[in-house]
T-cell receptor
Framework: AQKVTQAQTEISVVEKEDVTLDCVYE???????LFWYKQPPSGELVFLIR??????QNEISGRYSWNFQKSTSSFNFTITASQVVDSAVYFC?????????????FGPGTSLSVIP | EPEVTQTPSHQVTQMGQEVILRCVPI?????FYWYRQILGQKVEFLVS????????KSEIFDDQFSVERPDGSNFTLKIRSTKLEDSAMYFC??????????????FGPGTRLTVT
């Protein structure tokens, strides 16, 4: 069975601090996708990144970076120099690639509050 | 940039009433999905739809739920007789093709359903 765990339910940081959101996943598939989504207070889901299981290179996009470690089944997300606008719920998610219509399995989410 | 749209943004209905949530997927997409998020909880898969039939459905998607693509642009989720526990945010998503490398589900902004 596929499962995504985000052990941190809520995190509070002071603006400009760095913060890492943890994600651990379980799957029996050898090929899969991992995702991060942001859900601001307005409620929509904002796609941040997709990572193929064959690509273990870390990725950086501006203040965001992702650390994918297949050996520990983790896909952690770091925000550098956090800003108040980063306050949101962040979901890590997993999908198989056996079929094009594989469902996305979401983790429970981590609520991040960035305090000015 | 093309986007998935959903109407209405908020629907209030009385218990036992039928409700139809509407989605317009991105025009060249072929795969369609509904997800549900009960307030404060994770996003859960409901159903996937391809080639005018259901590809997969979760245990949440019981006989009270149905999906339809009535024309070339709309994708609808019907709840036949709403219950209080159907109150949630409902997200529609669509994806383009069977090519694993280009696979990504684009999410709509959601419809918040409140059952009173």
């Amino acid at each position: 069975a596929q499962k995504v765990t985000q052990a941190q339910t809520e995190i509070s940081v002071v603006e400009k601090e760095d913060v890492t959101l943890d994600c651990v996943y379980e799957t029996r598939d050898t090929t899969y996708y991992l995702f991060w989504y942001k859900q601001p207070p307005s409620g929509e889901l904002v796609f941040l990144i997709r990572r193929n299981s064959f690509d273990e290179q870390n990725e950086i996009s501006g203040r965001y970076s992702w650390n994918f470690q297949k050996s520990t089944s983790s896909f952690n997300f770091t925000i550098t120099a956090s800003q108040v606008v980063d306050s949101a719920v962040y979901f890590c998610a997993l999908s198989g690639v056996k079929t094009s219509y594989d469902k996305v399995i979401f983790g429970p989410g981590t609520s991040l509050s960035v305090i000015p | 940039e093309p986007e998935v749209t959903q109407t209405p943004s908020h629907q209030v209905t009385q218990m036992g009433q039928e409700v139809i949530l509407r989605c317009v997927p991105i025009s060249n997409h072929l795969y369609f999905y509904w997800y549900r998020q009960i307030l404060g909880q994770k996003v859960e898969f409901l159903v996937s739809f391809y080639n005018n039939e259901i590809s997969e459905k979760s245990e949440i998607f019981d006989d009270q739920f149905s999906v339809e693509r009535p024309d070339g642009s709309n994708f609808t989720l019907k709840i036949r007789s709403t219950k209080l526990e159907d109150s949630a945010m409902y997200f529609c998503a669509s994806s383009e093709s069977g090519l694993a490398d280009s696979y990504e589900q684009y999410f709509g902004p959601g419809t918040r359903l409140t059952v009173t």
